[in-house]
């Protein structure tokens, strides 16, 4: 089993200390190749906000840098942590900007096979960091969340028995999926969203060509699985209503 942990953190502080825990946990539990791309040493420059992934295509992207390999190092994972300190009540700016150069693959999911952790280390607002977190590597299978209170200071030791609890757990929810890897059957949200972009796409041949592509070819979801059709149809109803109303303010072509 392969993991690979992105740390958001501009130093090794809190989140790397957490994140080996859960390394430690892991190989207790199967032999896993552990690897940490610390996004203070690669080289992912900043987006420059051109739009061309999400227009046009990922490999459009004018950035020169260690983008393409971070994903090839992603898409061969089986399970992938993304770790963050809560930074005024969000992300880490290296996280963002991770967020940010990923974000074709919410138009565009592709990481079907990696199931997810998401670790937000901090003192307050780390649901919010989380949910930011959540919205990084379209279509992975988020399977557990942490939410450690963090602060410089040290943390009392039943705190601290607490958090090794709740590392345990998740660690083992995270072998658990890697284990019994089969795509995930759609919730309610996930067909909206891919309801809402393939309809948008469908009306976008010229300013979302990349989408338009994509999506030409499927038709009940990202990949072939059983769609719930009661589900499927109110889906559809929220898409059709969500998509009016950017009509009213987007020219689609
Ligand atoms: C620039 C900056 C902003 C921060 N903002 C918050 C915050 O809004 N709320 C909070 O509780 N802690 C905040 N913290 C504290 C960190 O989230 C906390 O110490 C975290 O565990 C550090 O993780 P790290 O050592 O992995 O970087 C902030 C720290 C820094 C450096």
Redesign the pocket.
């Known amino acids: 089993m392969k993991v690979i942990a992105i740390m958001g953190?501009?130093?090794?502080?809190?989140?790397?200390?957490?994140v080996q825990k859960i390394e430690v946990e892991l190989s207790r539990l199967a032999e896993v190749e552990f690897s940490y791309i610390f996004l203070k040493d690669v080289n992912l420059k900043l987006c420059q906000g051109c739009f061309a992934c999400i227009g046009k295509g990922e490999q459009l992207c004018p950035l020169k840098d260690d983008k393409n390999s971070i994903e090839a190092e992603i898409l061969s994972a089986d399970g992938v942590i993304l770790?963050?300190?809560?930074?005024?009540?969000?992300v880490?700016a290296l996280m963002k900007n991770f967020i940010d150069r990923f974000a074709h693959s919410l138009h565009r999911p592709k990481f079907f096979n990696q199931s997810l952790m998401l670790v937000a280390?901090?003192?307050?607002?780390?649901s919010k960091v989380n949910s930011s977190l959540g919205m990084t590597l379209g279509g992975s299978n988020k399977v557990c969340e942490l939410k450690?209170?963090?602060?410089?200071w040290d943390a009392t030791e039943d705190y601290e028995q607490r958090v090794q609890k709740d590392i345990e757990k998740a660690a083992g929810r995270l072998y658990h999926s890697m284990q019994n890897k089969k795509l995930a059957s759609p919730s309610l949200g996930n067909l909206i969203w891919f309801r809402i972009f393939k309809k948008m796409a469908s009306l976008s041949e010229q300013n979302l060509p990349a989408d338009y592509e994509y999506y030409r070819t499927k038709t009940d979801y990202f990949y072939p699985t059983r769609v719930n059709p009661i589900k499927n149809g109110v889906a559809g109803i929220i898409a059709n209503i969500g998509v009016a109303t950017m009509k009213k303010q987007v020219k689609f072509k």
């Open positions: 953190s501009p130093h090794k502080g809190k989140g790397f200390e957490i770790s963050t300190p809560g930074y005024a009540m969000n880490s280390n901090g003192g307050s607002g780390l450690i209170t963090a602060t410089p």
